[in-house]
């Protein structure tokens, strides 16, 4: 729960929300020069994608923290509280610092509307209090998590990060990034800058045609990290173990903590980028420091286990708000609980591929509860239910998200689920997990 000084700070961010969500880089150039231009202070290593982003900026943050080096990390959006978004060695941002940075952004950003300029989106407001923030507590890296894109997201005004990460691309937010894995992928390339390594695990393959050739186009060392193998040990929900040789570096017995195969490849990912970042001796990493840092790296929200060991049923909850997400959600479903009785939650935003996603939904299980995520972009609790039905399961629509949680622990305990699984918008993965935290 924020403090009443937090929620002022958090209430004036909300109003920069009128002006929507812009790409383009000219308001946010703007509002940091008026700031002195912290991210020119910092060591960036900047991730863009489409989906698994998060968790390959989770796992180098995680890595550096074990390592002994000061750290922030930048995400979006957040799932229960807002000060999520902007975190330090592992802390997030005190409610007394969102409130003073706040106010000083955001005189910045009045300042720019009396001489006539645009004023800045909500995004960019917090992307810029995270760079202020980062700067003024001496952090030694930045890990910044791209927000939409990545050519005109407020992240890219960083003009010499340490090294440029581009995982898996796949087909989201088409009304703004295009609607070909090319295009897609070109403004994700757009973080790309001259001379600044880049590591992707990217895997189809017009979408790498257009990575590389952005890499090489300015001049980049380029690395992808699709063909690197590994050798799977052990996989469970507790998460998995394996081996794997990067650049002739091996590593046996490696432990990561998120399940799926989808997050062994997300941490070989990571892996690549940091062990570049040190052989161009940007760091110093002790081995043990990646052993601790990849076991400790967890993301909330991403095929979270909710539930006690042991306790039945299952509880898990994961924002697969995509169509590549909830294929990655069936395979460590059908991995991890094969033949298990499972009731499925979902809510979802009207502007997704909803087709899409409900056809791997529903390839999981044929009992849902369609709910809605609070957010005024949501797909309605009734259209979604309609959707879920034409696909051959059987669905009831709750609108309240609190509803319709109380309602699954119910029918999961009477009608005797081995799981209930959580999946959709990751604004109802947030609400959800706070009811089940507080033991709604």
């Keep these: 729960m924020n403090s009443v000084k937090a929620n002022t700070a958090i209430d004036k961010i909300h109003e920069f929300q009128r002006f929507g969500s812009i790409l383009g880089l000219e308001r946010m150039n703007s509002l940091l020069k008026l700031l002195g231009n912290p991210q020119d202070d910092l060591k ?21 923290q074990a390592a002994g080096y000061k750290t922030g990390l930048y995400t979006s959006p957040f799932l229960e509280v807002f000060n999520e978004r902007i975190e330090l060695d592992g802390r997030y941002i005190t409610d007394e610092d969102l409130a003073a940075y706040t106010d000083r952004v955001l005189d910045c950003a009045e300042k720019m509307v009396a001489r006539g300029e645009h004023s800045p989106t909500e995004f960019e407001v917090v992307t810029a209090i995270a760079f202020l923030y980062f700067k003024e507590k001496g952090c030694d890296y930045a890990v910044m998590e791209v927000g939409l894109g990545g050519r005109g997201d407020s992240t890219n005004v960083c003009r010499s990060p340490l090294i440029s990460v581009i995982t898996s691309i796949s087909y989201d937010h088409t009304d703004r990034l295009g609607n070909t894995l090319a295009e897609i992928a070109a403004e994700k390339a757009g973080i790309i800058k001259e001379g600044c390594p880049v590591v ?5 393959e017009d979408a790498l045609k257009v990575i590389e050739d952005k890499a090489s186009e300015l001049g980049c060392m380029y690395f992808e990290t699709r063909h690197i193998p590994y050798t799977v040990k052990a996989q469970g929900l507790a998460g998995s173990t394996f081996d794997v040789n990067i650049q002739g570096v091996s590593f046996d017995n490696l432990e990561i903590s998120m399940p799926g195969e989808h997050q062994i490849k997300n941490a070989i990912c990571a892996l690549s980028a940091l062990n570049i970042l040190e052989e161009r001796g940007n760091v110093n990493l002790h081995r043990d420091a990646v052993y601790r840092g990849l076991k400790a790296a967890r993301q909330t929200g991403r095929f979270e286990v909710m539930s006690a060991k042991y306790e039945k049923p299952i509880v898990i909850i994961d924002g697969a708000h995509n169509p590549d997400g909830a294929s990655a959600l069936r395979k460590a479903v059908n991995e991890y609980l094969p033949g298990k009785k499972i009731l499925m939650v979902t809510g979802m935003l009207a502007d997704k591929d909803t087709e899409s996603i409900l056809r791997e939904f529903t390839s999981i299980t044929d009992t849902f509860i369609a709910t809605e995520p609070d957010n005024p972009r949501k797909l309605d609790a009734e259209s979604l239910k309609t959707e879920i039905q034409a696909l051959g399961a059987s669905c009831e629509s709750i609108y309240d998200c609190r509803a319709a949680v109380r309602e699954a622990s119910e029918k999961a305990a009477a009608e005797d689920f081995d799981a209930v699984l959580y999946a959709g918008s990751l604004y109802m993965i947030g609400a959800v997990r706070g009811l089940l935290r507080q033991g709604e």
């Design 44 to 64: 960036i290593i900047h991730v863009a994608g489409t989906n698994g982003k998060g968790s390959v900026c989770r796992y180098i943050y995680s890595v550096l």
């Design 200 to 204: 992707t695990s990217a895997e189809a």
